[in-house]
């Protein structure tokens, strides 16, 4: 446990930031939804899951299958995953509202959370019985032709830190040698040594510590954030997608009768909007932006492993951004996930590895109690 | 006769929306009081401040020579206040006694250790409680309904049945909100009655929201009339009729 | 004096029932007696469970946190405890019961009071997020046996006790409901400004529920952690709160009857389905198929029919034979395919029929099966007499 190690804080925060628009894109589909529905899509959370697999199965498409990776990529290709990922993702969410939520659209509220609850566990539970699940795949890391950091340095490191590990070195390597020759003369294996042998493995292992330490000294003497080239592709087009998305919502038809249809659902019905059609389109693009952050997840964050249990924590982190940043309220989403990616890998700098999952719900219980209606959301008050 | 409900400036306010406006006015022992004013004139909200559903910002409320200003809801139906209300607010899935018996329940003196076990004394004050429900039903005539859903009522027996459920917490003050809203000439007529009946029977006070104003004219012995959250008029129904400012309020002001 | 005999009588009755479970029960095999164990806790779960959400309108979804602290109540202090205080059996494990459903209870205390301020689909989330953080915290204590468990010494087999658990609760619920006082929680449900205006303590009305609720899912687990001799936080996951929901859901939110039998129901059925034999994939296709038919078939009906009830359910009879036979034609058909033909296990099935169940149930009948009705004898005639009156005037 590293405890509150300052020098660590500013590479977080990037961390925290870059985790937090993959929970503003699900989250936006909360709050797009519930803004026209008032409806908890309780399966947001497995569309997300969906989407993971898609990107998976058009990666394996492309040719990078586990056992016969090709080598080598190229921009192409991750749009390729990209649309193939918001495309089913969309037409998922599409078809769950048209056969999961539309009957219930005239019972009590209740009655469409226990169904959206009902979709998620089919989609968890159903999805095992045909997705690749045990073990869990994960993207081929070659897919993305961005491995490299951009690294920006804070401070530089100190140089006598630097020149007294590369001093070290010369005796790390020294004693290793040394070490390695005993065991090559006496065939003896590194774990029964015999008396004569300890103090060889003793200096060996001295050396090497001396060496890490100092290492570890020198570098973080010196300050630098590293910038993941991937991660900043996924930021950019978070920030993209999120551009349409205004777009689309404040200067389009079917946008502005979304947002009438969220101020009034009754009235914007009375007033000619087809409610059908605009719910369905809701569910696309709440969907879509789903399947896009779950593309991004499983590829650039590496070595993310996808099961059928993939989309439910950062679903029900997504959720707490929404109500967090006022439910409904799209900007509010934007803010929510982000704050929620920096809480949680704060609390993970913090030393509190294992309290990851356990921010999400403290956060949201928080706010419903105090500030129910989030930070840019506005409290309504029940008309007696 | 002594003085039964007094409001001494009581304003509210949401945000920068003064709904009442330092509204003041007396109700003796016995009085059938009407409420009146346009639109938004911040009448119900005046029942809800009475009835603790929300805090009045200034200004003093009295009832019975007690001060009631914030007090909970439930304390107050405790005291002697009970309601009804505009947007009729049944137990809709309980069946018309059970609403009544609800009404009744703050009389109930048994405790929840009793009703788990199902004790005598708790399946006689259930006995007792249905009874009097009973008893009301009949006054409100909807004793024949006594087992329906609440529900299926048809709108103006719902509102007859608000007024027995307000009727079972035995009070002393009644407010009705809108009691005739939705109900034909006959029914209003028959609410006339019942109203004055009741008042007679259990030596009530009224105050009532109503918007026919030929309903409350010949039911209520003085009016007050609101608008905007500010007192307008107030007096007996004949000079409430012919007051220039009642007229302008409901009409528009004359160019 | 009429009165006190037929209560003892029934208090008799109560204890003969559990003797019998437990003599049947000592018949069978471990397996078959773990599942009427863990059946009569499921009742009991859900039946306590409804009178917070169907009674009192309280949608709460973190019950396996109830659970969970009354099972952890009990092996704690089973550890700390059990070998000084020298009680025989059965008194240890009354009181290991009744401290499990106090220390459960003070957290339903806890997660009562946002209830004060939260309604409907908020107060599930927040709820459901109870439970996980009970569980989080559960995970990180090393001195309970953090992720790994703890094992609970002694373990008891007392099946009748569980049993008596459930019927208790169950007539707590009923009476309850058959004295004013019952009224009370179900007018909150209804409409807490309109309750409140009548005198009702909306406050201490819910969180007396949570309390009540929360009290006896403390005290399952206690049994539960006895009968196992083992408790870890896996055995308390969100599935567990859902599967929970779902029983009180099906059964019809606010009917006791409808609880207790879709818990048996609900946890016998999965149960079964672990015996079945491995079937490709195409089956599985074709019976989902034959299940959206019948949904679409049965919500047309209910829709567009007004005819007579013999008519109706003829009907309903059609649409049913016309499903099943396509699934069984589709199915060996669809199998042939290369993908579809793969095995799946039917032990996996367990939480898709949940889900199933929860979602066909929504769509056909969201009030649940018995919705707000309890079972007696005056009901059974109503029901079928208002058949035959349905016959008379169609």
Not at chain 3, 9 to 28: E, K, M, P, R, T
Request: proline share 4%.
């Amino acid at each position: 446990m590293a405890g509150l190690e300052l020098s660590t804080l500013p590479q977080q925060l990037v961390n925290g930031i870059l985790l937090g628009s993959i929970y503003a894109l699900i989250a936006l589909g909360y709050t797009m939804v519930y803004g026209v529905l008032k409806l908890i899509n309780f399966a947001h959370g497995e569309v997300f899951m969906i989407g993971a697999y898609a990107a998976l199965f058009a990666s394996w498409g492309l040719g990078y299958t586990p056992n016969n990776a090709m080598s080598g990529s190229n921009p192409i290709n991750l749009l390729i995953m990209l649309l193939a990922s918001m495309t089913l993702c969309g037409l998922l969410g599409v078809l769950i509202e048209r056969f999961a939520y539309r009957p219930m659209r005239n019972q009590p509220r209740i009655a469409s959370l226990i169904t959206a609850i009902g979709v998620s566990l089919l989609l968890q539970y159903g999805g095992q019985l045909f997705l690749p699940s045990s073990p869990a795949p994960n993207i081929d890391a070659k897919v993305n032709p961005y491995q490299d950091n951009i690294t920006i340095p804070l401070r530089p490191v100190d140089g006598t830190l630097v020149a007294a590990a590369k001093q070290l070195e010369a005796k790390q390597i020294e004693t290793k040698t040394a070490f390695d020759g005993y065991l090559e003369r006496t065939k003896e294996s590194p774990f029964q040594l015999s008396a004569a042998g300890q103090p060889f493995k003793k200096a060996a292992q001295d050396a090497e510590r001396d060496l890490r330490t100092a290492e570890g000294k020198a570098e973080a003497s010196g300050l630098s954030i590293r910038l993941p080239k991937g991660q900043m592709i996924m930021l950019v087009t978070t920030v993209v997608l999120m551009a349409l998305l205004n777009f689309l919502v404040m200067h389009t038809k079917p946008g502005r009768a979304m947002r009438a249809a969220s101020h009034d659902f009754d009235a914007a019905s009375l007033m000619g909007i087809n409610v059908n059609s605009t719910i369905t389109f809701t569910f696309l693009i709440g969907s879509a932006l789903a399947g896009a952050g779950a593309m991004m997840n499983a590829t650039f964050l590496s070595g993310t492993k996808i099961d059928t249990f993939f989309g439910m924590l950062p679903g029900v982190k997504a959720f707490v951004a929404a109500v967090l940043g006022g439910i409904g309220n799209i900007p509010g989403a934007v803010l929510g996930g982000i704050l929620m990616g920096l809480a949680e890998t704060l609390v993970v700098w913090a030393g509190y590895d294992s309290y990851r999952d356990a921010i999400a719900f403290i956060v949201l219980i928080i706010v419903l109690l105090f500030k129910p209606g989030g930070l840019l959301g506005s409290n309504k008050v029940e008309k007696v | 006769m002594s003085v039964c409900l007094k409001l001494t400036e009581a304003t509210i306010k949401f945000g920068g929306l003064v709904a009442v406006n330092k509204v003041s006015f007396e109700l003796k022992q016995g009085d059938l009081f009407g409420l009146i004013g346009p639109n938004g004139a911040g009448k119900t909200t005046c029942f809800n401040i009475i009835t603790g559903v929300y805090k009045p910002t200034s200004g003093e409320i009295e009832f019975n020579g007690k001060l009631i200003g914030g007090t909970p809801s439930n304390k107050i139906a405790n005291l002697g206040i009970a309601r009804t209300f505009q947007n009729i607010r049944l137990f809709k899935s309980l069946t018309v006694i059970e609403n009544v018996v609800v009404g009744g329940f703050l009389r109930h003196k048994t405790g929840l250790f009793g009703a788990m076990a199902y004790l005598p004394a708790q399946i006689r004050e259930t006995e007792k409680l249905r009874a009097e429900a009973m008893e009301l039903l009949k006054i409100v005539d909807l004793a024949d309904m006594a087992s329906a859903r609440s529900a299926d009522l048809s709108y103006g027996m719902q509102r007859r049945l608000e007024i027995a459920r307000a009727l079972a917490t035995q009070p002393k003050l009644l407010l009705l909100d809108e009691p005739a809203a939705g109900m034909n000439p006959q029914e209003k007529e028959e609410l006339n009655v019942m109203v004055r009946r009741i008042r007679d029977q259990f030596q009530l006070t009224v105050l009532l929201i109503e918007h026919d104003m030929r309903f409350v004219m010949s039911l209520c012995e003085r009016i007050l009339v609101l608008d905007a959250g500010t007192e307008i008029a107030s007096g007996p129904p004949d000079a409430i009729r012919n007051d220039p400012k009642v007229i302008a309020a409901y009409l528009g002001q004359p160019a | 004096m009429k009165f006190w005999l037929g209560r003892t009588g029934s208090i008799l009755l109560a204890f003969a029932l559990c003797a019998g479970i437990q003599l049947l029960a000592d018949q069978q095999s471990d397996f078959v007696q773990r599942l009427i164990v863990l059946a009569g806790l499921y009742v009991t779960l859900a039946v306590s469970l409804n009178l917070i959400n169907g009674i009192t309108g309280q949608f709460s979804m973190g019950h396996a946190a109830f659970y969970q602290i009354g099972a952890y109540t009990a092996g704690f202090i089973a550890m700390k405890f059990y070998a000084g205080a020298k009680l025989p059996p059965e008194l240890w494990m009354i009181l290991s019961l009744l401290t499990g459903a106090a220390v459960a209870s003070v957290a339903g205390l806890i997660v009562g009071l946002p209830s004060l301020r939260l309604k409907g689909d908020y107060l599930a989330i927040v709820t459901l997020g109870f439970g996980e953080i009970i569980r989080i915290i559960v995970q990180n204590q090393p001195a309970i046996g953090g992720a790994y468990g703890l094992s609970v010494a002694p373990r008891f087999e007392m099946i009748w006790l569980v049993w008596l658990l459930a019927i208790l609760c169950i007539a707590v619920c009923r009476n309850l409901l058959k004295t004013a006082h019952g009224l009370q929680f179900l007018a909150v449900r209804e409409d807490e400004v309109a309750s409140s205006a009548m005198g009702v303590n909306v406050t201490r009305t819910k969180v007396t529920a949570f309390l009540l609720g929360s009290a006896f899912a403390g005290a399952a687990g206690a049994l539960l952690a006895h009968f196992e001799g083992f408790v870890s936080p896996k055995m308390f996951t969100m599935d567990v709160s859902f599967i929970i929901v779902t029983m009180v859901v099906l059964g019809g939110t606010g009917s006791i009857t409808g609880a207790t039998l879709a818990a048996i129901g609900l946890f016998f059925l999965p149960e079964k389905m672990r015996d079945l034999p491995n079937f490709p994939l195409g089956n599985l296709v074709a019976t989902g198929i034959g299940i959206v038919i019948m949904v679409i078939g049965f919500r047309h009906i209910a829709a567009n029919f007004h005819g007579k009830m013999v008519e109706r359910v003829l009907r309903y009879l059609a649409i049913l034979a016309i499903a099943v036979v396509i699934a069984l034609v589709l199915g060996p058909i669809v199998s042939k395919l290369p993908t579809l033909g793969v095995p799946v296990e039917g032990a996996k099935l367990r939480m898709v029929v949940f889900a199933v169940t929860l979602i066909v149930l929504m769509l056909l009948r969201p009030q649940g099966i018995f919705a707000h009705h309890e079972f007696s004898w005056a009901w059974l005639r109503k029901v079928l007499r208002i058949d035959t009156d349905k016959k008379v005037t169609a």
